[in-house]
């Protein structure tokens, strides 16, 4: 059936105009990242819209200037990603204001927005940033394997802040983060390529990065085809003891993609596309400091690997007076999950887990588009989301500890539990948003989506043991396995709302200002050990059923602007959330099971600004940068005893953080041209949680802890000869081993991620 669908219902990509940069390296760039060659967007922008100095993006499902839209955006052209090296989530979140990239391996972290989390990891609980590559959210919970993409030949990438539960449903609680393809061209044979070439600082590593791109035009303006492909290779800067093996964080990444665009008519297109990336970290980034420099223990390699398969269809209509979009897509994700888990015990005892993952989803969204220029601008659609997520997993000793023991009874690879489950979940939601212009300077927005969504929870057969009473109190004998019934759980269906309301002020065209109010929601959390008793101490805490619904609401007042002939643009925001019934993730003190509860609330403050001068033509400068102040503000007894929070606690979040950054264009001989970048990053230290134990009030919790403060300095140096352009680079010039995340569990004992060490490098490209 969802093949049928894939193949016959409307399929829409986002209206993807430009390729844009909130900070352009210079104007010089300007006229390619306005679009100007895309008749739709004059069309739709009107023909005094098309200033090649201004940024065009899709946030609202209508193409906009991004000064015109009423909400926190940075976005991102791939001129900006190449020149500065950003090839996955960690360039971004550090060029973003307000924006913490939480990463223990590739394929494995989470995004803090706006101070949006309890802690860095969020195990168990639906993302509160969504990660779209085009209309498919990649995020689901922050424990799973989730696949950080290529970022060569993309349109653009925009990062919304605060809630953008209207149009992009429940994930987007504090953020969305949109990757927006490429399409192909219809006109003319293109290609790029791209060559990365670095070396690690400390441990030698070479980094090689390779990526290609060819759009054939197979009909002239009708059929184009556009092939990506890529190849990463990075070698680690982690050595890991436990495993004698040096730069054990190796990652080999490959794969593409292909689009194919057919435009029959000047109204109608049809958009196919297809990816596969296969992403292979040898080894998780984690270190333990007091083992010495770059170092980890672990016993077996701790894998977060992804392959991914996506296909999207796609067809736009134009209507008279509206724009018809809908866009089908079918993901599937394998990914393994194995873990040393010994650091538990304090390494007293062997124990690992290995878990396989399939998630296979299916989104649907159709949405009518109103074309601009009259008093009402309006948007509404319809979504639905199918996702199927299948887990076996295994959590083992080793045959030598346990023939050591005297433990027998267990299977041969020494498992002592095993268990699978089989979670299906649906969110199905109807949205639309409404633009009144009062006057030429005054518009009323508001928007409302709700959804309804529920899902059943499938558990098989599989067996336990009291494998570590066995090891932990010295008995020997056999072991028995217990079997664990199957069962089925199918949780109501549950609906929500969610809405926005804003004020948008345009005394001139080159300066807006807005209030908006917005809501954002998580859908409920089942945990699937609820009611476990530990085997280790049964007095310890129960697992409870779960953490419903939590609720957010977001109240933010902003500012952008266009001075002295677009020589400075500034955006500037404050906002004010109100977070409430917030769900949290804790562990169980005597065997560290995870579950998920709720506690009252938090209150997150903020200032964030994106700042750009550009006094000359050959010359860039700009600051991006942000204040917050997050924290726990409502909690009870109970609360505070089962979570380990305190009134007043921080939330996982810097309450600085920013970036400094410049760019310099010059002429050299013979026509050729150089430039000279840099960034200067700066995040402050924040918590990895709770300061208490859960189960435990008043003790605090040995987890605890802060990151550090750090600054980060990249710098490049390059020259573009024709289509041919060569940069010279280093990264992390100070060679900061600053700690920038840190583990909130005791399953492992290497905690701490750091910054990747100096490392020196040369980018070749052609056309780029």
Same mark, same amino acid.
């Given at each position: ?184 061209? &219809?006109? @003319?044979?293109? /290609?790029? *390529?791209?060559? #990365?070439?670095?070396?690690?600082? =400390?441990?030698? $590593? ?117 724009? &018809?979009? @809908?866009?089908? /897509?079918? *993901?599937?994700? #394998?990914?393994?999950?194995?873990? =040393?888990?010994? $650091? ?425």
């Amino acid at each position: 059936m969802r093949g049928l669908s894939l193949g016959v219902s409307f399929v829409a990509l986002l209206a993807a105009t430009n390729p844009v940069n909130a900070q352009s390296e210079a104007k010089t760039n300007t006229a390619t990242m306005s679009g100007q060659g895309d008749p739709d967007t004059q069309d739709r922008l009107g023909a005094t819209d098309t200033d090649p100095n201004e940024i065009v993006v899709t946030a609202t499902r209508h193409k906009e200037r991004l000064q015109d839209v009423p909400i926190s955006i940075t976005a991102f052209s791939q001129s900006d990603l190449t020149q500065k090296g950003i090839v996955g989530f960690s360039g971004i979140a550090r060029q973003t204001p307000g924006v913490v990239l939480n990463e223990r391996s590739d394929n494995n972290l989470s995004i803090t927005t706006r101070g949006v989390s309890t802690n860095g990891y969020q195990a168990g609980l639906q993302s509160t940033t969504t990660v779209y590559l085009d209309e498919l959210p990649l995020t689901t919970i922050g424990n799973s394997v989730t696949l950080n993409p290529n970022l060569y030949d993309v349109e653009r990438v925009e990062f919304l802040r605060g809630p953008q539960g209207t149009l992009f449903g429940s994930g987007s609680l504090s953020g969305a983060l949109r990757i927006i393809t490429k399409s192909p061209e &219809l006109d @003319s044979f293109d /290609s790029s *390529a791209l060559a #990365d070439i670095g070396v690690t600082f =400390d441990g030698g $590593g070479i980094r090689q990065r390779y990526n290609g791109m060819v759009n054939v035009p197979l009909v002239e303006d009708k059929l184009g085809l556009r092939v990506v492909g890529f190849y990463r290779h990075e070698d680690g800067y982690i050595d890991n003891i436990g495993l004698n093996r040096r730069n054990s964080n190796t990652l080999k990444d490959w794969g593409g993609r292909a689009i194919m665009l057919f435009k029959p008519t000047d109204r109608l297109s049809i958009r196919l596309m297809a990816l596969y990336e296969d992403s292979y970290p040898e080894d998780a980034s984690l270190v333990t400091p007091s083992l010495g420099d770059r170092k980890r223990y672990t016993t077996i390699p701790d894998l977060y690997t992804s392959k991914t398969q996506l296909y999207n269809g796609t067809i736009e209509y134009q209507l008279n007076g509206a724009h &018809l979009t @809908s866009s089908t /897509s079918y *993901a599937h994700q #394998d990914g393994l999950f194995v873990v =040393d888990l010994s $650091g538990t015990f304090g390494l007293a005892l062997p124990f690992y887990l290995f878990d396989h993952g399939v998630w296979n989803t299916f989104v649907q969204e159709t949405r009518l588009v109103s074309d601009p220029g009259g008093k009402i601008d309006w948007t509404i659609g319809g979504y639905y989301l199918h996702r199927d997520s299948f887990l076996e997993g295994r959590q083992t000793s080793t045959p030598e500890y346990l023939a050591a023991k005297g433990i027998t009874g267990l299977p041969a690879d020494a498992t002592f539990n095993q268990f699978s489950s089989d979670t299906r979940s649906y969110e199905l939601a109807g949205f639309g948003e409404l633009t009144y212009h009062l006057t030429d300077k005054l518009s009323a927005t508001g928007g409302i989506r709700y959804g309804k969504y529920g899902g059943t929870l499938d558990t098989y057969a599989g067996f336990n043991s009291q494998y570590f009473v066995y090891a932990l109190s010295g008995i020997s004998g056999p072991l028995a396995r217990i079997p664990t019934a199957p069962t089925s759980t199918t949780y109501p269906s549950s609906a929500k709302a969610s809405w926005k309301a804003s004020l948008t002020y345009m005394p001139s065209r080159n300066l807006t200002t807005y209030v908006t109010v917005a809501t954002g929601y998580r859908t409920p959390v089942y945990n699937a050990r609820a009611g476990l008793v530990s085997t280790v101490d049964p007095s310890d805490i129960v697992i409870p059923p779960g953490a419903t619904s939590d609720n957010l609401i977001n109240y933010e007042a902003g500012l952008k602007g266009r001075f002295w002939d677009g020589k400075l643009t500034a955006n500037i925001a404050a906002y004010y959330i109100d977070w409430r019934n917030i769900q949290v993730q804790a562990n169980r003190q005597s065997d560290s099971v995870q579950f998920s509860t709720n506690v009252g609330g938090a209150v997150s403050k903020g200032l964030e600004a994106e700042i750009t001068l550009a006094p000359v033509r050959w010359l860039t400068l700009g600051l991006n940068g942000s204040l917050n102040d997050a924290k726990i503000t409502d909690l009870t007894p109970e609360e505070a005893a089962i979570s380990g929070a305190v009134k007043d606690a921080r939330l996982a979040s810097p309450h600085v953080q920013g970036s400094l950054f410049g760019n310099l264009n010059y002429d050299l001989m013979g026509g050729a041209k150089g430039f000279t970048g840099f960034q200067v990053q700066y995040v402050g230290s924040f918590p990895d949680g709770f300061p208490n134990t859960p189960g435990k009030p008043s003790v605090p919790s040995p987890l605890f802890d802060y990151t550090d403060a750090y600054t980060n300095i990249n710098i490049q140096t390059g020259i573009r000869i024709g289509r041919l352009t060569t940069t010279f680079y280093m990264e992390n010039v100070t060679n900061s081993r600053a700690v920038t995340y840190v583990h909130p569990e005791a399953f492992i004992y290497s905690r701490y991620a750091i910054l990747r060490p100096r490392t020196f490098g040369v980018r070749v490209g052609y056309n780029l």
